[in-house]
């Protein structure tokens, strides 16, 4: 399934780790941008404020630009 961004929201796949047990994580507030109105932001690794309430559907966080902490160059 594809997700498509609209006005400020983004959309953030949390990214998964397999522990040294197998044991898979998802880490509460870091992913990769697969939709953004902003076009720099499409494929980066971001870092978003989980504090406030973060929607989210099948590994894929809803973001609003304004809870983007940080982008991995």
Do not use: C
Not at 13 to 40: A, F, L, M, Y
Not at 43 to 48: A, F, G, L, N, W
């Amino acid at each position: 399934m594809t997700w498509k961004a609209v006005g400020t929201w983004i959309v953030v796949e949390r990214i998964q780790s397999k522990g040294k047990t197998g044991i898979v994580q998802v880490k509460d507030n870091i992913g990769k941008v697969v939709s953004s109105n902003i076009p720099e932001l499409v494929e980066k690794t971001v870092i978003y404020n989980n504090y406030n309430r973060i929607n989210s559907h099948n590994g894929f966080a809803f973001v609003k630009y304004e809870d983007i902490m940080g982008v991995q160059e």
